[in-house]
């Protein structure tokens, strides 16, 4: 799907830093699928764009809930059943350097939330109570130390997630 976004809200976005320059890359998407990923938005998307998406969905969840958030929320599979720690990797070996180490490492990051998920997939995407869900923290520690990375590097990654996509912007924008 050929995405369109205006120099204004690229130049607005750019402005506002490297959030929300993914951030309106990110709407841009949802918005050409109607708001929410069904099997048509699915198929609508190109690798790249559900990589970037991925990453926005993850972003949000994880810096706000941690990774019981983002499985009670429902984006378990997208993350973890999709190549998106793979594609995390390859960003940063494309880039070379810092970038690469970075992304590298949180590639392996998300391998080892993906191991916690893949051993406990239906109880972390079962519905619970309010309650049920505040102790899935307690009952899920293996994540505690996954989060905490990530948050310490989040700003990094973003920043060098958001170069990659500048650079490859077409990717990110284009048809498949």
């Known amino acids: 799907m050929?995405?369109?976004?205006?120099?204004?809200?690229?130049?607005?976005a750019a402005e506002e830093g490297m959030d929300a320059f993914l951030k309106v890359i990110t709407d841009a998407y949802l918005e050409a699928v109607g708001g929410e990923l069904g099997a048509e938005g699915m198929g609508a998307l190109n690798g790249w764009q559900h990589?970037?998406?991925?990453?926005?969905?993850?972003?949000?969840e994880v810096m706000d809930g941690g990774f019981c958030q983002l499985m009670q929320n429902g984006y378990g599979p997208y993350i973890f059943d999709n190549p998106f720690a793979k594609a995390m990797r390859l960003m940063g070996e494309e880039m070379g350097g810092a970038a690469q180490t970075l992304l590298h490492d949180f590639s392996k990051a998300i391998y080892k939330a993906?191991?916690?998920y893949d051993a406990h997939k239906e109880d972390l995407a079962r519905e619970r109570s309010d309650d049920e869900f505040m102790a899935m923290y307690e009952q899920y520690p293996e994540f505690d130390d996954i989060e905490d990375w990530y948050i310490e590097n989040e700003e990094e990654i973003t920043t060098a997630i958001a170069y990659y996509v500048d650079e490859h912007l077409n990717n990110y924008l284009n048809d498949k």
């Open 114 to 116: 993906k191991r916690v």
């Open 2 to 12: 050929k995405i369109v976004i205006g120099e204004d809200a690229f130049r607005k």
């Open 51 to 60: 990589t970037l998406l991925g990453y926005r969905f993850f972003q949000e």
